[in-house]
């Protein structure tokens, strides 16, 4: 298992279009994701349960993958996050 | 006869009978359960069939209604598929050891609250879409039937608390009038579905439920959200000539959308459109436009955190000019200063920011800006007919230092191996008094004017029209104004160059006859603009718009002006 923590700089945080691009990769990973804030954890292939978890502009989360290519999975979703522009 | 405002969410005014639609709640009892694998099972089978019906639903909403209706029940589809939502489903039911439809319930009423209390559309849309989905479950679970709108019988008016998507899918067209619905805004699924099926609808029509009952008649005004309970026989009748005009006249624009722009004798001209971002195209593209008159590229910078990168701006120009096919789009360069400021960008405070350092004036101060815009723009151009057209010209000597810096930007693109389509065009905006006095000077080394008319109009007037107490200088028909832009036109003409116009005044049906006296080239206005100037074009001749213009420069005020226009447009024949 491994995690990173993000800022999540977008303006619209990760709702809409952003949220749908981010299950749209972790559900192509053969590992499991999962998203922590504030304590609350959610699969992050769940389009629900992410949105679920309200994330803002200037929110911290933790990216968390677990199972087969987790790091190369871990990386792609970090990059995807701090490269969002909405 | 009483009136109950709610929204227009959909066009059209019909006169019918109402169908109450009732929805039977369905009784949820928790039970504590001894099978579970038995309470699973029943969740499988209620996932497949619902996961079956909405596919059918899909696939017929896709063939009858287009891809964006569709796209409500793939999410549809998606939520049935959800981990969260399923695994917390079957999760309830093996740890609490409780029947299957408790289960559901529960676990998608954790999602609504959340989702209904956060101040965000689509989240609220989700919420819409989660109860559609958890009640056909639920039903599936519990075998029964819910009572549908398919099997209407005579020409109703549907009246709800709310529709769900698969409500308003399952809807008979050929019986269904419109309908009236308590809950919901213009960008309800339901609005939205109604609009596509050209079904006039009033959503948001707070305590109507209870004053009305099946077969209760009503004036739906979809225009205005009026709804008129029990009207009159006097009313019925005077809404009845209305509602004949409505059809006729909706009728009778949408044969405009594939006509060529013409006046009565025939002249042709561009009715163009005004856009904002890539995602206005559609629109331009249902009416047909004949062009795009004027992209404002503002939005690529507002609302974030840092200029926009070459590639973002690339692919947005790419999108436009892809899209319009060979007609012609013209892309206005980066205007901000004024009123219009950037988050991450300080601009120093000035006295007068309306005549500061803004627009082109600030993308020659700030190369480095202006660069990759143009390099962006340049590499677009290989995908359509792109026109770029520079903001806030004052002087040609501006206009050739912009015109180098171009020039040398799209040498270093060929020297890089990047194609740039050498027929693009390079015209200037008519804004500023001075540009339009040399116009004859612009024209010879342009492609192109577009009259700015919001500015032209603040700058000729010196009248700042934001400020109230001058606002009422703020006058399109002034001869002033008119006779400078009859100067430009004439100067275009003159060097062969084509000129159009942009701003407010284009998409005034009022200053319509006076542009065809112009002999403007182009008039652009905003999409929902372009099929009502096309119509009205239709019935005027260019001669006569010829006469009222030379009438019109000769008067001494607006008031006269306005006074030749209106008596113009009165005599046009239906």
Redesign the interface.
Same mark, same amino acid.
């Given at each position: 298992m491994v995690k990173q923590t993000v800022e999540v700089t977008n303006p619209t945080g990760l709702h809409a279009r952003p949220a749908a691009d981010f299950i749209k990769i972790a559900s192509s990973l053969p590992c499991d994701v999962s998203i922590e804030k504030n304590g609350k954890e959610v699969n992050a292939k769940s389009i629900l349960g992410l949105l679920a978890l309200a994330i803002a502009k200037g929110d911290c989360i933790d990216i968390i993958t677990d199972g087969e290519g987790e790091q190369d999975g871990l990386k792609k979703l970090v990059d995807f996050v701090k490269n969002i522009k909405e | 006869m009483k009136i109950i405002n709610g929204i227009g969410a959909s066009e059209g005014i019909q006169i019918g009978k109402i169908y109450k639609y009732e929805v039977t709640e369905l009784s949820i009892i928790k039970k504590d359960i001894i099978d579970i694998d038995k309470e699973l099972a029943k969740l499988e089978v209620s996932l497949d069939k619902s996961m079956n019906e909405i596919e059918v639903i899909r696939c017929n909403t896709l063939e009858n209604m287009g891809e964006d209706a569709a796209a409500i029940f793939s999410a549809h589809l *998606? /939520?049935l598929k959800? %981990? *969260?939502?399923i695994?917390g489903i079957k999760n309830l039911i093996v740890a609490d050891k409780v029947n299957a439809e408790y289960a559901v319930d529960t676990i998608t009423k954790q999602?609504l609250s /959340?989702?209904e209390a956060?101040d965000?559309e689509? /989240?609220r849309e +989700?919420a819409a879409d /989660?109860k559609d989905v958890a009640k056909r479950m639920i039903e599936h679970i519990l075998g029964v039937q819910s009572q549908g709108l398919d099997s209407l019988f005579e020409p109703v008016i549907i009246l709800a608390k709310d529709l769900t998507p698969s409500d308003t899918a399952s809807l008979n067209k050929h019986y269904v009038m419109g309908f009236i619905t308590e809950i919901g805004g213009r960008t309800s699924h339901s609005a939205i579905m109604a609009r596509t099926m050209q079904i006039p609808a009033v959503t948001g029509a707070s305590n109507v439920y209870e004053e009305l009952e099946t077969g209760d008649r009503v004036i739906l005004n979809g225009i205005t959200g009026e709804i008129i309970l029990h009207p009159t026989e006097d009313a019925i009748h005077s809404y009845k000539e209305r509602v004949q005009q409505f059809i006729e006249d909706k009728k009778k624009l949408q044969e405009f959308k594939n006509f060529k722009s013409k006046t009565r004798d025939g002249i042709s001209f561009d009715i163009a459109a005004n856009i904002g971002c890539p995602e206005d195209i559609d629109q331009v593209l249902e009416v047909g436009a004949d062009g795009i008159g004027l992209f404002r590229t503002e939005f690529l910078y507002m609302? +974030? *955190?840092k200029f %926009?990168t070459e590639e *973002?701006q690339f692919s947005a120009y790419k999108t436009v000019l892809e899209k319009m096919e060979q007609r012609p789009v013209v892309i206005r360069t980066l205007d901000i200063g004024g009123d219009k400021e950037l988050d991450y960008y300080q601009m120093p405070k000035e006295l007068n920011p309306f005549l500061g350092n803004r627009a082109i004036r600030l993308c020659l101060n700030e190369p480095e800006i202006f660069k990759v815009q143009i390099r962006a723009l340049l590499r677009a151009s290989v995908y359509g007919n792109l026109h770029i057209m520079l903001p806030m010209i004052a002087t040609i000597d501006e206009f050739r230092s912009v015109r180098n810096e171009i020039h040398k930007i799209e040498k270093e693109l060929i020297s890089e191996g990047v194609q740039v389509n050498p027929e693009y065009k390079l015209g200037i905006m008519i804004e500023i008094p001075s540009a339009a006095l040399s116009a004859s000077v612009f024209a010879k080394e342009v492609d192109f004017f577009s009259i700015g008319t919001n500015d032209l109009i603040q700058y000729t007037f010196a009248a700042d029209r934001m400020n109230e107490k001058v606002s009422y200088l703020y006058q399109p028909f002034h001869p002033s104004l008119l006779r400078l832009v009859n100067m430009v036109v004439d100067a275009a003409h003159k060097e062969k160059k084509w000129v159009g116009m942009c701003g407010e005044m284009g998409g005034d049906t009022k200053a319509l006859p006076l542009l065809l006296g112009l002999e403007l080239d182009e008039i652009s206005m905003s999409a929902p603009t372009v099929l009502k100037v096309r119509s009205l074009a239709s019935k005027i001749s260019k001669i006569d718009a010829k006469v009222l213009l030379e009438e019109s420069l000769m008067k001494e005020n607006q008031e006269q002006v306005l006074e030749l226009v209106e008596d113009f447009l009165t005599n046009i024949e239906d």
């Open positions: - | *998606e /939520i959800d %981990p *969260e939502l695994d999602f /959340i989702f956060m965000n689509y /989240i +989700r /989660i609302g +974030r *955190e %926009p *973002e």
